[in-house]
């Protein structure tokens, strides 16, 4: 089978993974760039409804987190801030969109420091939840159905996003237009998972079996592509990226990465499990955490800083 990025050939890397409506869907891998992505490929009608109320209640964290979606929000002010922080610097504009915007915290937040934000989500619930929680300017349906005029915004946000898209290169190409061009201070900043291809993925998979969490949080396990055993769970994630077919998508999508960060999420239930195993692997997670954002190793999420045409990032 040929890559669906590269068009190099790919091998079998898991078998019947996920499942929805009845049908198994496998992971294969490319032998030249190296991304993972699902077979057989579901169409975007078929992708878009795997984002019910379910996939927000629960699906959405593999159990990496606990707590519904708008928990896990709420912990995330932090890192909201430090990255709206990041894009003041690079535009001096206010006109902030947010792709994938969930239930909106992230927008909420971007208001607060004098931003106009504008959101775009898929979710018919998660749409409706930022409007009533906030009253956010939230629209539902794809970016490439919105028709925002061309250099509508002056900074646009995405995270988690492009893994669940069926056609990324489409989308980005439709940011590259919607966003100002990096001469008049236009920026991206988009956050997407890289583990698959990360050094401590592979620690990750001896380590599971060492201390015997196969039992103990079988979802997570899912997600890192380390187990068939789990629940079977809809193809959320139709591609698995590393830092290099991330920045081959931007630049497929007219848009240039100037800037990167390399970081790692640490599980919350490591903290909050009495069990020994957890605690060990909390100390070894915060460990490398801090080895991957001090060195730039490739870690569990790329933040990348992107433009489309004119100057470099200041």
């Keep these: 089978m040929k890559c669906r990025l590269c068009d190099a050939p ?4 898991a078998e019947k993974l996920y499942a929805y409506e009845g049908r198994t869907f496998d992971l294969w891998r490319c032998s030249s760039c190296g991304v993972v992505f699902v077979h057989p490929f579901p169409d975007v009608a ?3 409804r795997f984002y019910d109320e379910q996939y927000f209640r629960h699906d959405y964290s593999f159990g990496i987190v606990e707590g519904d979606y708008l928990a896990s929000e709420t912990a995330r002010v932090d890192e909201y801030r430090r990255i ?6 690079l535009t001096d504009g206010r006109r902030l969109l947010e792709v994938g915007c969930a239930a909106g915290s992230f927008l909420k937040e971007g208001r607060s420091q004098g931003w106009k934000v504008t959101g775009v989500d898929i979710s018919p619930w998660a749409v409706r939840t930022a409007r009533e929680r906030f009253d956010l300017d939230v629209r539902e349906g794809s970016l490439e159905e919105m028709k925002f005029p061309k250099a509508s915004f002056d900074a646009v946000f995405f995270s988690d996003l492009i893994e669940h898209l069926p056609d990324p290169i489409s989308f980005l190409r439709e940011v590259a237009r919607v966003v100002e061009p990096r001469d008049r201070g236009g920026v991206v900043v ?7 291809n990360s050094f401590y993925y592979r620690w990750l998979g001896t380590a599971t079996r060492a201390l015997r969490l196969n039992r103990s949080n079988g979802n997570l396990l899912a997600l890192l592509k380390l187990s068939d055993t789990a629940e079977r769970l809809p193809p ?3 591609f698995e990226h590393n830092a290099h077919t991330v920045r081959k998508v931007f630049q497929l999508g007219g848009l240039e990465v100037f800037d990167e960060e390399h970081t790692l999420m640490v599980p919350q239930f490591f903290r909050t499990r009495p069990s020994p195993a957890y605690k060990i692997l909390l100390t070894l997670f915060s460990t490398m955490r801090l080895f991957i954002e001090a060195f730039g190793l490739p870690g569990g999420h790329v933040t990348v800083y992107a433009a489309s045409g004119g100057k470099n990032g200041r």
């Design 84 to 89: 709206l922080s990041r894009i003041a610097r």
């Design 10 to 13: 790919s091998k079998l890397y």
């Design 190 to 196: 988009a956050k997407v998972p890289t583990y698959i």
């Design 236 to 238: 959320y994630h139709l």
């Design 46 to 48: 078929e992708a878009h």
